[in-house]
Nanobody
Framework: QVQLVESGGGLAQPGGSLRLSCAIS????????VHWHRQAPGKQREWIGT???????KYEDFVKGRFTISRDNGKNMVHLQMNNLKPEDTAVYYC?????????WGQGTQVTVSS
């Protein structure tokens, strides 16, 4: 069983920054790919980006240049640095991973961007 716990959400002003973290624990996880998604009210969950085990990243176009994913393999932590936030970034943010063909999700953390 693998557990993921997101943290770091909150209220930010437009143009501001937040850093989300995803703590991963449980057997079977070892430098697996970790994904970030978000779900805005009334919308489907959408993929933001992925970080591979050795740190290679890929992002959806709408966050390129603003969001950065990093990881600390020694601590089983993955971070999502979000800069230049916009009101449309308001959503619940989730991290996920696949271990032994099973998808695991965190509970999500709320990010609200508003003045």
């Amino acid at each position: 069983q693998v557990q993921l716990v997101e943290s770091g959400g909150g209220l930010a002003q437009p143009g501001g920054s937040l850093r989300l973290s995803c703590a991963i624990s449980g057997s079977g996880f070892s430098n697996n790919d970790v994904h970030w998604h978000r779900q805005a009210p009334g919308k489907q969950r959408e993929w933001i980006g992925t970080i591979g085990g050795v740190g290679l990243t890929k992002y959806e176009d709408f966050v390129k240049g603003r969001f950065t994913i990093s990881r600390d393999n020694g601590k089983n932590m993955v971070h999502l640095q979000m800069n230049n936030l916009k009101p449309e970034d308001t959503a619940v943010y989730y991290c996920s991973t696949i271990v032994y063909a099973q998808m695991y999700w965190g509970q999500g953390t709320q990010v609200t961007v508003s003045s």
